[in-house]
């Protein structure tokens, strides 16, 4: 079969015909070799009936070969029938019926010729009849195929919808084993968080595995390389930090992994200074975390020491009595006028409420204005504080036109930091200014403009992945008994296709 066509060649056997003709063949010519060869006898009747019967019998065999012949000639447009062989034999029993009658003629046997005539007519006009064309087997119309071709699409598209269903199904099963695979790993990270968490902080189960829930959020949120980075923020923050709601846990955590992934500000110094704003200045985590955030983006982190200063420093700074938002207005003010790095900063206040409390100031206060005298006084009274006392100090030094004097009273209120530094870093060493006196949201707007879009996808492929942890555990087996059961059906595939093949061939 070709381009979807059914072609039945088919050739009827004509050796049954030839060997019926033969036999006629043979008779005849018997008879007629023996009438040639005989003397006339006396009993010419027993001859003629001879012949006659002779004669009835190849009219039989001419008759009932050309019936057998008509009747099986079942042929397409394609077929064909040699009957060569037929007409050869037919034209055999004419020239033998001609030799016997010419035979009898010679002989003389009239009477034999009278009888027989008749019967040697009959076996002529049947031989001519069916040599004659007109009574040739009868062409036979091509069967209609369309139905046939029709039916074999019909099988061909029913067996390329199941092989299509099938390998849907083989790609289920797959999906299933891979997700299975995914959710198991999933699993896994989320056990190992729970009993990371129950091991680092001593949490019980129930608490364990709700921290572990907020490791497992973040990692959703698309930060974080791995659920194990994570949890290792997380267990810090909790060790620095306390206790806290979940919520703020997990803006916590994502902050302080974008300032390290971002900034490459080192998250364990993040939380100390976060620790030192709340336990200093009375913060909550995410007021402090806002306050980092915004003292990084405003700069303060430039020599990489902005937590580890605000954990070494902030208390002087509160029990001198800035707020926060002073603290860091002076610590900008600071670096902004030159200063060496942060730490320089921290020194001289701390320098300054040290010279308060020993007496250093005091001994020198006729060096300054009436008007920073009024303020020590009070501070003294307890009706001030040391940052009022060192405002009005810097006032000095800053309003002062004779610039030896602006230098002693720096380096009496300094001491070697005010020696060290230049006029213009002593002159900045205060808290004006408006820039932190709003620093809240700050974090959450921080992790929001910082996330790009492949941490947006990140986070989607997470999420899904993350959405395949019941397989863990409760799908592996069914999705192994699925596999198993789609594998007979391999063979069924295999077999319909290569029907299909050849059939196509």
């Known amino acids: 079969m070709a381009d979807g066509k059914v072609v039945i060649d088919l050739e009827i056997n004509d050796k049954s015909v030839d060997k019926k003709l033969n036999t006629a063949d043979k008779k005849v010519d018997k008879f007629a070799k023996d009438v040639s060869q005989k003397e006339a006898k006396p009993n010419v009747d027993a001859d003629t009936k001879k012949l006659e019967k002779k004669l009835d019998e190849a009219s039989n065999e001419v008759e009932s070969f050309s019936k057998e012949a008509t009747d099986n000639a079942k042929v397409e447009s394609s077929a064909k029938m040699d009957t060569s062989n037929f007409e050869k034999s037919a034209q055999t029993v004419k020239s033998e019926a001609s030799a016997v009658e010419k035979a009898i003629d010679v002989d003389g046997k009239v009477d034999v010729e009278d009888k027989a005539s008749s019967k040697l007519d009959n076996v002529k006009k049947k031989a001519d009849d069916f040599s004659n064309e007109n009574i040739k087997p009868p062409k036979i119309d091509p069967p209609d195929t369309d139905g046939f071709e029709e039916a074999l699409q019909e099988m061909e598209d029913k067996v390329k919808s199941f092989g299509a269903k099938i390998a849907g199904y083989l790609a289920i099963g797959e999906a299933i084993k891979q997700g299975t695979e995914i959710g198991k790993e999933v699993y896994a990270d989320f056990e190992d968080s729970v009993a990371r968490v129950k091991g680092a902080l001593g949490e019980t189960d129930d608490q364990a595995r709700q921290t572990a829930q907020v490791i497992k959020d973040v990692y959703e949120a698309g930060l974080g390389e791995s659920m194990d980075r994570v949890a290792e923020a997380v267990v810090r923050i909790k060790r620095n930090l306390g206790e806290m709601d979940d919520g703020t846990l997990n803006s916590i955590?994502?902050?302080?992994?974008?300032?390290?992934?971002?900034?490459?500000?080192?998250?364990?110094?993040?939380l100390r200074g976060v620790k030192g704003l709340m336990k200093n200045f009375g913060l909550t985590a995410q007021e402090a975390m806002d306050y980092i955030v915004a003292g990084t983006q405003e700069g303060l982190d430039w020599t990489d020491e902005l937590g580890d200063n605000i954990s070494e420093y902030s208390g002087k700074f509160s029990q001198a009595g800035y707020s926060a938002s002073e603290y860091f207005q002076l610590l900008k003010n600071g670096s902004d006028s030159g200063a060496y790095n942060l730490d320089k900063v921290n020194d001289a206040i701390n320098e300054v409420t040290t010279r308060l409390a020993d007496g250093t100031i005091e001994g020198a206060l006729g060096s300054f204005s009436s008007e920073t005298q009024k303020t020590f006084k009070a501070w003294q009274d307890g009706k001030a504080t040391q940052k009022?006392?060192?405002?009005?100090?810097?006032?000095?030094?800053?309003?002062?036109?004779?610039?030896?004097?602006?230098?002693?009273?720096?380096?009496?209120?300094?001491?070697?930091?005010?020696?060290?530094?230049?006029?213009?870093?002593?002159?900045?060493?205060?808290?004006?200014?408006?820039?932190?006196?709003?620093?809240?949201?700050?974090?959450?707007?921080?992790?929001?403009?910082?996330?790009?879009?492949?941490?947006?996808?990140?986070?989607?492929?997470?999420?899904?992945?993350?959405?395949?942890?019941?397989?863990?555990?409760?799908?592996?087996?069914?999705?192994?008994?699925?596999?198993?059961?789609?594998?007979?059906?391999?063979?069924?595939?295999?077999?319909?296709?290569?029907?299909?093949?050849?059939?196509?061939?």
Do not use: H
Request: charged residues 25%; negative net charge; proline residues 2%.
């Open 253 to 270: 955590t994502q902050q302080a992994i974008i300032l390290e992934d971002t900034f490459d500000v080192d998250m364990n110094e993040t």
């Open 388 to 505: 009022d006392v060192i405002d009005s100090i810097v006032s000095d030094i800053t309003k002062c036109d004779d610039q030896q004097k602006a230098l002693t009273m720096s380096a009496t209120a300094f001491g070697t930091m005010g020696e060290d530094a230049n006029l213009t870093f002593a002159k900045a060493l205060n808290s004006v200014g408006t820039t932190f006196d709003d620093v809240k949201g700050k974090g959450e707007a921080f992790s929001d403009e910082t996330t790009t879009p492949m941490q947006e996808l990140e986070s989607k492929v997470r999420k899904v992945k993350d959405q395949l942890q019941p397989l863990g555990d409760l799908f592996y087996d069914v999705a192994g008994v699925a596999l198993d059961n789609f594998t007979p059906l391999s063979a069924v595939i295999l077999t319909v296709a290569t029907a299909l093949a050849t059939y196509k061939e």
